[in-house]
Structures are given as structure tokens and as C-alpha cells.
């Protein structure tokens, strides 16, 4: 069982939906990241959080720490938010070397 | 451009070559990851560096993986003899030191073993 999970793995949304991306884990964290990745391979960081929510434009994160549950969503989704969207447990409080990352959803908005 | 540059972007081998790639950091990110990422993956963690100490190595580094950082500055990631299950993206990343801190990644370096 992985320790950290997406759902869904893939998403296809038509231009304009409202998108909601989930991440469960089951081991015990202090901060949850997201991040994106563009086809071609860059990770991007969009929200590094430890509780309640981030806004950021149209996407928006929450947590809840007690659950192990995170969700990402993006409102009015637009054909340049098709990525593939990895949520990342840094499961030490100060180092990225005990990282567990999500097997990602790749989302795809059709014009 | 102040974030995480790797070079090159990409590269083609041939089997049993040697390969190194480059990682600048963000200048004043003292912890500096490396992670290889094979299609369809998340990310896998293969070695950090805090300053120019190597301080952990995953079980995925083989012997034919060396990484460096002589100068607590960029970072280098070697691979000899490459194999073709050594294809894969990989990333670097950079970070403070401190509670709760954002890594920022790199645009990686995407290797082909041929």
C-alpha cells in the first residue's frame, strides 16, 4: 500500500469545470506539498501547507491533518492547467530526504 | 533566473557510456536533493546534500551512481557505464534548512539510454 495515494489518476474536465484532486496518506506528517509538472518534466510548487487552506489565483489547497487528507482544486480550469498534479509528504520537518511523493493525476482541460 | 537550473535538458547515450549532469541551486538553499522520476511515477529520492556533506544515499544509488557538491554550491550527478533502465528524468532540487521548508525543483534532466 502506497503511503501516499491521488485520486483520481486520471482526469479529463472541459474548459471552465471546477476540478477537485485528492491526496490521502497514512503516515504521519507535519506539511503537505503540491506541485505540478508540465509535460517536458519541470516541477513547479503551488502550495506547501500544514493546516487549513491556501488560495493561490484559482487554485486553492486544503488539509485536514487529523483525516491525512489534502485536496487541490482549481476553479474555471483552463486548457494550461493540463498537468500532472503530485502531492509530496516531507515526512522530516526539516529535510526533503524522507520525502514520499503521490503517483500524480494527470489532468488534461479540453477547450 | 534565480530558481534550480539543471543541465542539460536532455541527453542521449549509449549504452555503457558515462554520463554527468549539473545542478545550480537556488543560491542561498543549503540542502540540495536528487531524484530520478521514470514515466508514469512520482519521484524517487536518490541522494541529499547539506552544504558539500553527502549526508544520505537511497538504496537506488548504485555504485555506478556517484553525486558531488565540492563546494556546498552546485552539484554534479554522474552515472557510469549507463544501462538502459537507467532512463528516466532527473530532478534536482534545493531547500533551507528549517522546519516545514518548501523544496523548489529544478526542469530536470530527461536521459535516454540508448
Known amino acids: 500500500k502506497n503511503e501516499v495515494e491521488q485520486s483520481p489518476q486520471n482526469l479529463t474536465a472541459q474548459e471552465g469545470e471546477f476540478i477537485t484532486i485528492n491526496c490521502s496518506y497514512s503516515v504521519g506528517i507535519s506539511a503537505l506539498h503540491w506541485l505540478q509538472q508540465h509535460p517536458g518534466g519541470g516541477i513547479v510548487s503551488l502550495f506547501m501547507l500544514s493546516s487549513g487552506k491556501k488560495k493561490h489565483g484559482r487554485l486553492i489547497a486544503t488539509i485536514n491533518i487529523q483525516e491525512k487528507h489534502s485536496s487541490l482544486h482549481i476553479t474555471a480550469s483552463h486548457p494550461r492547467d493540463s498537468a500532472v498534479y503530485i502531492c509530496a509528504s516531507p515526512r522530516s520537518k526539516t529535510s526533503y530526504d524522507k520525502v514520499i511523493f503521490g503517483p500524480g493525476t494527470s489532468l488534461s482541460v479540453i477547450p | 533566473d534565480t530558481g534550480v537550473s539543471q543541465n542539460p535538458r536532455h541527453k542521449i547515450t549509449k549504452r555503457g557510456q558515462n554520463v554527468t549532469f549539473r545542478c545550480d541551486p537556488i543560491s542561498e538553499h543549503n540542502r540540495l536533493y536528487w531524484y530520478r522520476q521514470t514515466l508514469g511515477q512520482g519521484p524517487e529520492f536518490l541522494t541529499y546534500?547539506?552544504?558539500?556533506?553527502?549526508?544520505?544515499k537511497s538504496r537506488l544509488l548504485s555504485d555506478r551512481f556517484s553525486a558531488e557538491r565540492p563546494k556546498g554550491s552546485f552539484s554534479t550527478l554522474e552515472i557510469q557505464r549507463t544501462e538502459q533502465g537507467d532512463s528516466a528524468m532527473y530532478l534536482c532540487?534545493?531547500?533551507?534548512?528549517?522546519?516545514?521548508?518548501?523544496?523548489?525543483f529544478g526542469q530536470g534532466t530527461r536521459l535516454t539510454v540508448v
Open positions: 546534500f547539506q552544504n558539500e556533506a553527502q549526508l544520505e
Open positions: 532540487a534545493s531547500s533551507l534548512m528549517g522546519g516545514n521548508t518548501e523544496a523548489f
